[in-house]
């Protein structure tokens, strides 16, 4: 069990950064896989880019790659999303997931953040 809170979303212009944290309060957070999704206006929920227990792996789609980071930090029970080069496209609400399996869909997601806004201006 695990609960999810996410935040430092925001209003930014294109090519600018903002950093997403996701705390979570359950005492077996390092045992967790973890990963963002975002969802936008109209659009399914999609996969932005997962984290292993121990951080040592990492996943990001295409979409991202290269200018998003996902990070986690054990000791603090926090996850981040580093985003930089932001484009307009990348608009959306964004959630913290986490499962005790890999996250590859929504599907795999057994616990989720209340979601934060991110807006991008053109």
Avoid: H
């Avoid at 996701?22 to 896989?33: D, E, H, K, L």
């Avoid at 499962?99 to 599907?107: H, W």
């Avoid at 616990?111 to 053109?122: A, N, P």
């Amino acid at each position: 069990q695990v609960q999810l809170v996410d935040s430092g979303g925001g209003l930014v212009q294109a090519g600018g950064s903002l950093r997403l944290s996701c705390a979570a309060s359950g005492r077996t957070f390092r045992r967790y896989n973890m990963g963002w999704f975002r969802q936008a206006p109209g659009k399914e929920r999609e996969f932005v880019a997962t984290i292993n227990w121990s951080g040592s792996s990492t996943n990001y789609a295409d979409s991202v790659k290269g200018r998003f980071t996902i990070s986690r930090d054990n000791a603090k029970n926090t996850v981040y999303l580093q985003m930089n080069s932001l484009k307009f496209e990348d608009t959306a609400v964004y959630y913290c997931a986490a499962s005790l399996n890999i996250i590859v869909v929504v599907n795999d997601v057994g616990y989720w953040g209340q979601g934060t806004q991110v807006t991008v201006s053109s």
